[in-house]
C-alpha cells in the first residue's frame, strides 16, 4: 500500500515570496491533515479536512496560510507571504476516517525561510 | 485539553527492554491514550493506543494504570531502530464526533546504546 506523498521535500526561499506545498493522501482516507513542526518541538496541527471540507483550521494563520482539498483526494497548504518563523517542517497525514485512531504520516516537507 | 507529561529524554541499552512513562492526571473518561513515535527525519507514525485495558500489538505494550492517570509505553526489545521521540497524546473521540485534533507535546526522545 503507497503511502502518504508530500512535494517537494526541500525548499529554500526569501521572505516575503511564496511557497506550496502539495500533498497525496493513501487513496480512500477521508480525513487529511496539515501540521507544522518547528525544530526541537512536536507537530502542530494547522488545518483538518474531512473529504473537502474543513473542519479545524483554528491554529491556521490565516492572513498568510490557505489550505485547499479539491475532490476530496489532494491537498496543497500555500503560504503567502513567508516571514522568517515560518521555517519549519510541513507534515501531511491522512486517516480513514475521522474517528480512526491511526494517522499515517508523510515525509514531510522542510522550508527554509531566508 | 488534557495534558500529558513526559520525560524529556531517556536512555536504553539495546536488547533490553524500555518502560516509556506518560502522567495525564486530568484525563477524562473518554480520551483514548494514543502513542506515536517519530524516527530522525521522518514523520510521526502509530504505534499503539488504549482506553482502560492494556493493549499489546507487533511494536509495543501499552500498560494503562487502573487510575488512568498515568500509562507506559514497553518496548520489549529495544533495537537501535527504536531510536525515536515517542509521543504521548490523548484524543477524546468519544464527545467530538473524531473531530478533536491530534496535540502533541516535546515527547521522550530515546536513546539506544549499542
Known amino acids: 500500500e503507497a503511502g502518504v506523498a508530500q512535494s517537494p521535500r526541500y525548499k529554500i526561499i526569501e521572505k516575503r515570496q511564496s511557497v506550496a506545498f502539495w500533498c497525496n493522501p493513501i487513496s480512500g482516507h477521508a480525513t487529511l491533515y496539515w501540521y507544522q513542526q518547528i525544530l526541537g518541538q512536536g507537530p502542530k496541527l494547522l488545518i483538518q479536512f474531512q473529504n473537502n471540507g474543513v473542519v479545524d483550521d483554528s491554529q491556521l494563520p490565516k492572513d498568510r496560510f490557505s489550505a485547499e482539498r479539491l475532490k476530496g483526494v489532494d491537498s496543497t497548504l500555500k503560504i503567502q507571504p513567508a516571514k522568517l518563523e515560518d521555517s519549519a517542517v510541513y507534515l501531511c497525514?491522512?486517516?480513514?476516517?475521522?474517528?480512526?485512531?491511526?494517522?499515517?504520516f508523510g515525509p514531510g516537507t522542510r522550508l527554509t525561510v531566508l | 485539553d488534557a495534558k500529558t507529561t513526559q520525560p524529556n529524554s531517556m536512555e536504553s541499552n539495546e536488547e533490553e527492554p524500555v518502560h516509556l512513562p506518560c502522567n495525564h492526571s486530568?484525563?477524562?473518561?473518554?480520551?483514548?491514550i494514543h502513542w506515536y513515535r517519530q524516527l530522525p527525519s521522518q514523520g510521526p507514525e502509530y504505534v499503539i493506543h488504549g482506553l482502560t485495558s492494556n493493549v499489546n500489538n507487533r511494536m509495543a505494550s501499552l500498560a494503562i494504570a487502573e487510575d488512568r492517570k498515568s500509562s507506559t509505553l514497553i518496548l520489549h526489545r529495544a533495537t537501535l531502530r527504536d531510536a525515536a521521540v515517542y509521543y504521548c497524546i490523548l484524543r477524546d473521540l468519544m464527545n467530538s464526533g473524531g473531530y478533536q485534533k491530534v496535540t502533541f507535546g516535546i515527547g521522550t526522545k530515546l536513546q539506544v546504546i549499542p
Open positions: 497525514a491522512s486517516s480513514l476516517d475521522r474517528g480512526h485512531n491511526e494517522q499515517f
Open positions: 486530568t484525563i477524562s473518561g473518554t480520551d483514548y
